[in-house]
């Protein structure tokens, strides 16, 4: 379990595997998470990610993906664009 860390520009790949991990208040800035069909067995519990490249997380729980309280947040310049729009 990972628990209120800070992940900056990092890839995560949990393609393709059993992965076993949990993630709880965590932020995530610019970061990649890649998950597919093939993901199991991991959890987002009240993180942030801001600026990433996704903006959900699918729970699955024949696939043991959990996804409870976590907030999306749109890239800066997306924000910008909305409020001038």
Do not use: Y
Request: hydrophobic fraction near 40%; include cysteine; charged fraction near 30%.
């Amino acid at each position: 379990m990972v628990w209120n860390k800070v992940f900056t520009a990092e890839t995560f790949d949990f393609r393709g595997r059993l992965n076993f991990c949990r993630f709880d208040e965590c932020t995530f800035v610019e970061c990649t998470v890649l998950i597919d069909a093939d993901t199991e067995q991991i959890a987002f519990t009240g993180c942030t990610f801001k600026d990433c490249n996704i903006n959900a997380i699918e729970v699955d729980e024949a696939r043991g993906i959990a996804s409870n309280d976590n907030t999306f947040e749109r890239p800066l310049d997306e924000q910008r664009q909305t409020l001038h729009a």
